[in-house]
């Protein structure tokens, strides 16, 4: 059962049959997602999978929704043709960038957080609750739960506290609780744990919005839904500016949103190469990463925070901690619906080590006068390895899914710690 | 008859509900756990339930959360574990119920985790995670070796639900006495005896109410409510903690607890 499957190793897309990639029994991509939550969430759960059914065709939330996305956190984002940085890796490939990072609050999280808070709302519920890794999600939750009138806790690893500081204010001026989670790891998976003990509690009058495509059934499917946005201005918008859809579509994977929002739209474009690029941290030797996607002894099938995926591991089957220069990218477990693109081989799943996202983030802001976030620098960071390598004439997206002042103290101790 | 039919009608002839103490596989160190187990037993323990440690543990509260830590750094495993049951079954023939998550399971497999469990001499299961929906695997494979199955209802358990549940359900129905997490509760949800009452409207099996119940007076209450079995767990694990940062073990004070809580199940 535990037996990583090779089948995806080099499977050719034409394989692929099921383009949209639905859930083939409810709650499923293929074998993977699932409800694995304790039977208190269960009534919830089952609360929120009807109410969304509803809320997605109630014309009235959804105009309500288009108008926030648009005049509150500045969608349609633009898709930037990044010129300088082509020509610095070779001239070859012309490189796009998704600009998700200039969203309100700075990343595509808003997008998400908005979807969910209203939905909270649709089901008459007074309490938002989140967890964050860097703080974006975090953020972006505060700010809906802000602009919606609502109560609103974070669940936040201490690690990541500290790493993520600015964010860290930022949730509290909105008039967000942020909540220290000390166990564990004290980083992402520590945080959504109580989360989903809060929720347990609370769940008469509260919603648990996911950041990420994860968690146990409808959460996966709501956020690919709420991000897939990304992916439909896209397809348009680089249809615009090249005149054709492009080769090859990259994306940042911690929990994986940013990247199955984007993804989504091009499935069924099987000329299109799907890529998402997790952390390698520092490499992968031992356990200090974050690639659950890619072979190695940490990485196995498993059950996590309610879906059944590739989660890392250590051999007694309890759950790995994890290391990324980047609090958001720093998760064990990673998206089903991910899990199924990989094993059905729609999409390919790469890494990038810490030292290679952080080369990134400098060449963007050197060549662009863009800083990225240290997340979406993993995704630069395989543009800049491959576009050198490419045809030429290659059209490359890469989604930058969020801005990078966040993470300034992380870069700056990152390089301090290199030149000892 | 199996274990938990004769533990449940004895403990009726007797006019008692069954106490259930709860500790975590492992926890503080391998053989203080046997010592832990004996002091349950000698106390007047009716049915032991055993929790296998995991690192995250979503449904448990933080004395729990640490055991798990304690357990884990001890050196517990699979083997290990299985061990420790077969040494407990060595001087004692009560049930013993194991409580994992799904995780646990399916790092052996559904199938080697049941047959090394039933040779252990495990009676039940209860997965914290794993809702009778995705236990399909896991059933089969249960009652292929004997096992029988738990599962949990709470307040917000809509009737249809209790029934189909019930329906699933072999050796006990484990009814939270609250939503939320474990944890030893100063005062006892009033919701406890509505729902005993809505469940025994849907299926005639045990039902052991847990979650929250710390004291001689809770059990009292939770028996005349109309449980056959009393689930105490964190109040319990919270003495193992206590004993472990003192340097002491908490053997002694946990048996005269244990029957304490014991005296607590006869009915009024």
């Given at each position: 059962?535990?037996?990583?499957?090779?089948?995806?190793?080099?499977?050719?897309?034409?394989?692929?049959?099921?383009?949209?990639?639905?859930?083939?029994?409810?709650?499923?991509?293929?074998?993977?997602?699932?409800?694995?939550?304790?039977?208190?969430?269960?009534?919830?759960?089952?609360?929120?999978?009807?109410?969304?059914?509803?809320?997605?065709?109630?014309?009235?939330?959804?105009?309500?929704?288009?108008?926030?996305?648009?005049?509150?956190?500045?969608?349609?984002t633009p898709l930037y043709e990044a010129v300088n940085l082509g020509e610095r890796l070779g001239g070859r490939a012309r490189i796009f960038l998704k600009r998700e990072d200039l969203?309100?609050?700075?990343?595509?999280?808003?997008?998400?957080?908005?979807?969910?808070?209203?939905?909270?709302?649709?089901?008459?519920?007074?309490?938002?609750?989140?967890?964050?890794?860097?703080?974006?999600?975090?953020?972006?939750?505060?700010?809906?739960?802000?602009?919606?009138?609502?109560?609103?806790?974070?669940?936040?690893?201490?690690?990541?506290?500290?790493?993520?500081?600015?964010?860290?204010?930022?949730?509290?001026?909105?008039?967000?609780?942020?909540?220290?989670?000390?166990?564990?790891?004290?980083?992402?998976?520590?945080?959504?744990?109580?989360?989903?003990?809060?929720?347990?509690?609370?769940?008469?009058?509260?919603?648990?919005?996911?950041?990420?495509?994860?968690?146990?059934?409808?959460?996966?499917?709501?956020?690919?839904?709420?991000?897939?946005?990304i992916g439909?201005e896209c397809r348009?918008q680089i249809r615009a500016a090249a005149g054709r859809l492009p080769d090859e579509v990259v994306a940042c994977?911690?929990?994986?949103?940013n990247a199955?929002?984007i993804f989504?739209?091009f499935?069924?474009?099987?000329?299109v190469r799907l890529t998402g690029v997790?952390?390698?941290?520092?490499?992968?030797?031992?356990?200090?990463?974050?690639?659950?996607?890619?072979?190695?002894?940490?990485?196995?099938?498993?059950?996590?925070?309610?879906?059944?995926?590739?989660?890392?591991?250590?051999?007694?089957?309890?759950?790995?901690?994890?290391?990324?220069?980047?609090?958001?990218?720093?998760?064990?477990?990673?998206?089903?619906?991910?899990?199924?693109?990989?094993?059905?081989?729609?999409?390919n799943?790469t890494?990038a080590?810490?030292?290679e996202a952080?080369g990134a983030f400098r060449l963007l802001c050197e060549a662009e006068g863009i800083i990225p976030a240290?997340e979406s620098s993993h995704a630069v960071a395989y543009a800049v390895k491959h576009a050198p390598k490419m045809a030429a004439g290659s059209v490359v997206v890469v989604n930058l899914s969020g801005r990078g002042?966040?993470?300034?103290?992380?870069?700056?101790?990152?390089?301090?710690?290199?030149?000892? | 008859?199996?274990?938990?039919?004769?533990?449940?009608?004895?403990?009726?002839?007797?006019?008692?509900?069954?106490?259930?103490?709860?500790?975590?596989?492992?926890?503080?160190?391998?053989?203080?756990?046997?010592?832990?187990?004996?002091?349950?037993?000698?106390?007047?323990?009716?049915?032991?339930?055993?929790?296998?440690?995991?690192?995250?543990?979503?449904?448990?509260?933080?004395?729990?959360?640490?055991?798990?830590?304690?357990?884990?750094?001890?050196?517990?495993?699979?083997?290990?574990?299985?061990?420790?049951?077969?040494?407990?079954?060595?001087?004692?023939?009560?049930?013993?119920?194991?409580?994992?998550?799904?995780?646990?399971?399916?790092?052996?497999?559904?199938?080697?985790?049941?047959?090394?469990?039933?040779?252990?001499?495990?009676?039940?299961?209860?997965?914290?995670?794993?809702?009778?929906?995705?236990?399909?695997?896991?059933?089969?494979?249960?009652?292929?070796?004997?096992?029988?199955?738990?599962?949990?209802?709470?307040?917000?358990?809509?009737?249809?639900?209790?029934?189909?549940?019930?329906?699933?359900?072999?050796?006990?129905?484990?009814?939270?006495?609250?939503?939320?997490?474990?944890?030893?509760?100063?005062?006892?949800?009033?919701?406890?005896?509505?729902?005993?009452?809505?469940?025994?409207?849907?299926?005639?099996?045990?039902?052991?109410?847990?979650?929250?119940?710390?004291?001689?007076?809770?059990?009292?209450?939770?028996?005349?409510?109309?449980?056959?079995?009393?689930?105490?767990?964190?109040?319990?694990?919270?003495?193992?903690?206590?004993?472990?940062?003192?340097?002491?073990?908490?053997?002694?004070?946990?048996?005269?607890?244990?029957?304490?809580?014991?005296?607590?199940?006869?009915?009024?």
């Amino acid at each position: 059962m535990n037996k990583r499957s090779t089948k995806a190793k080099g499977a050719n897309t034409k394989s692929v049959k099921s383009s949209r990639a639905k859930p083939s029994k409810p709650g499923y991509f293929g074998r993977f997602g699932g409800t694995f939550a304790p039977e208190t969430l269960m009534p919830a759960l089952a609360e929120v999978r009807e109410a969304y059914g509803r809320f997605r065709d109630d014309e009235r939330w959804q105009a309500e929704y288009g108008r926030l996305l648009s005049t509150y956190c500045g969608r349609a984002t633009p898709l930037y043709e990044a010129v300088n940085l082509g020509e610095r890796l070779g001239g070859r490939a012309r490189i796009f960038l998704k600009r998700e990072d200039l969203n309100h609050t700075g990343a595509h999280k808003i997008t998400n957080a908005l979807g969910q808070a209203l939905l909270a709302r649709f089901m008459g519920k007074e309490r938002l609750i989140a967890e964050t890794g860097a703080g974006q999600h975090g953020v972006a939750t505060a700010t809906a739960a802000a602009l919606l009138g609502m109560e609103c806790d974070i669940f936040m690893g201490t690690v990541d506290m500290q790493r993520q500081l600015p964010n860290v204010y930022r949730m509290n001026l909105l008039g967000a609780r942020v909540v220290p989670v000390d166990s564990g790891g004290r980083t992402l998976k520590d945080a959504v744990n109580e989360a989903m003990r809060d929720w347990t509690r609370t769940v008469r009058n509260t919603h648990y919005a996911f950041g990420s495509a994860l968690g146990p059934h409808p959460f996966p499917t709501i956020v690919r839904d709420f991000q897939s946005v990304i992916g439909r201005e896209c397809r348009e918008q680089i249809r615009a500016a090249a005149g054709r859809l492009p080769d090859e579509v990259v994306a940042c994977v911690g929990g994986g949103s940013n990247a199955i929002g984007i993804f989504s739209a091009f499935i069924k474009d099987k000329g299109v190469r799907l890529t998402g690029v997790e952390a390698g941290g520092f490499g992968l030797r031992g356990s200090q990463h974050a690639v659950r996607l890619t072979p190695s002894p940490y990485s196995r099938l498993g059950i996590l925070h309610g879906a059944y995926s590739y989660v890392l591991q250590d051999k007694d089957g309890q759950i790995a901690d994890t290391h990324s220069v980047s609090a958001g990218l720093d998760y064990s477990g990673v998206g089903p619906e991910h899990a199924h693109l990989f094993e059905s081989g729609r999409a390919n799943y790469t890494y990038a080590t810490d030292e290679e996202a952080v080369g990134a983030f400098r060449l963007l802001c050197e060549a662009e006068g863009i800083i990225p976030a240290l997340e979406s620098s993993h995704a630069v960071a395989y543009a800049v390895k491959h576009a050198p390598k490419m045809a030429a004439g290659s059209v490359v997206v890469v989604n930058l899914s969020g801005r990078g002042d966040k993470d300034m103290d992380s870069v700056a101790k990152f390089l301090e710690a290199r030149k000892k | 008859m199996n274990r938990y039919e004769e533990a449940f009608k004895m403990a009726k002839a007797r006019r008692e509900s069954a106490l259930i103490p709860f500790a975590v596989a492992g926890d503080p160190g391998p053989d203080a756990f046997l010592d832990v187990i004996k002091a349950y037993v000698d106390g007047g323990a009716d049915v032991l339930e055993i929790g296998y440690p995991f690192s995250d543990p979503v449904a448990d509260g933080p004395v729990n959360q640490r055991a798990s830590q304690r357990a884990i750094k001890a050196g517990l495993n699979h083997s290990l574990f299985f061990s420790l049951v077969k040494e407990i079954r060595s001087f004692t023939d009560i049930p013993i119920g194991l409580l994992t998550y799904a995780n646990t399971i399916n790092h052996l497999g559904a199938e080697a985790f049941c047959k090394k469990a039933e040779r252990a001499g495990i009676d039940s299961i209860l997965t914290a995670d794993m809702p009778p929906e995705e236990s399909i695997d896991l059933d089969t494979q249960m009652r292929k070796h004997g096992i029988g199955r738990v599962y949990i209802v709470s307040e917000l358990t809509p009737d249809d639900r209790m029934r189909y549940i019930g329906n699933r359900v072999d050796s006990f129905v484990y009814v939270v006495s609250r939503p939320g997490v474990t944890g030893a509760d100063a005062a006892l949800s009033s919701s406890v005896k509505t729902t005993l009452t809505r469940l025994k409207r849907v299926t005639d099996k045990p039902a052991a109410v847990g979650f929250g119940i710390a004291t001689p007076k809770h059990v009292r209450e939770v028996t005349g409510a109309g449980a056959q079995g009393v689930i105490v767990g964190s109040a319990l694990v919270n003495m193992i903690e206590d004993a472990v940062n003192k340097g002491k073990s908490p053997a002694r004070a946990l048996k005269k607890r244990v029957s304490e809580l014991k005296a607590a199940t006869r009915h009024a």
